[in-house]
Nanobody, 126 residues
Framework: QVQLVESGGGLVQAGGSLRLSCAAS????????MGWFRQAPGKEREFVAS????????YYADSVKGRFTISRDNAENTVYLRMNSLKPEDTAVYYC???????????????????WGQGTQVTVSS
C-alpha cells in the first residue's frame, strides 16, 4: 500500500492561493484514484476533489468548483491541489487519499479510500 505525505499548507489571506502536494511512496499511484478531503474544526471530514488514474477526469465539491484544481503526475508519484480565490471557510486540515481503482467513477465518501496522509493545515485569514 502507498504511503501519502501532504505538504504546502500554510497561512494565506482571503483571495490568495496555495498549492498542496501529496507525495506517495511504497507504490505507484498510477493505478489509484486520488482524492483530497478537508476537515474544519468541529466539522466532519468532507470531499474536496478527486482525479481518476489517467488524470483525464476530475470531480469537485460544489463549494470549490471553479476555484480549486486537482492534478497528478504519475511519473513523479505526486498529486496536487491548486487552490485559488481562497476564502476563510476554506480553513481546514487537508488530507490526501488513495483508492486502487481503474474506473472513472466519482468517489466522495471517506470509506471509499483506504490510504490516507496525515494532513496539512490551511488557514485563510479574512
Amino acid at each position: 500500500q502507498v504511503q501519502l505525505v501532504e505538504s504546502g499548507g500554510g497561512l494565506v489571506q482571503a483571495g490568495g492561493s496555495l498549492r498542496l502536494s501529496c507525495a506517495a511512496s511504497g507504490g505507484k499511484i498510477a493505478s489509484y484514484i486520488m482524492g483530497w478531503f478537508r476537515q474544519a474544526p468541529g466539522k466532519e471530514r468532507e470531499f474536496v476533489a478527486s482525479i481518476v488514474w489517467t488524470g483525464r477526469t476530475t470531480y469537485y465539491a460544489d463549494s470549490v468548483k471553479g476555484r480549486f484544481t486537482i492534478s497528478r503526475d504519475n511519473a513523479e508519484n505526486t498529486v496536487y491541489l491548486r487552490m485559488n480565490s481562497l476564502k476563510p471557510e476554506d480553513t481546514a486540515v487537508y488530507y490526501c487519499a488513495a483508492r486502487p481503482d481503474y474506473s472513472g467513477s466519482r468517489y466522495q465518501n471517506e470509506g471509499d479510500y483506504g490510504n490516507w496522509g496525515q494532513g496539512t493545515q490551511v488557514t485563510v485569514s479574512s
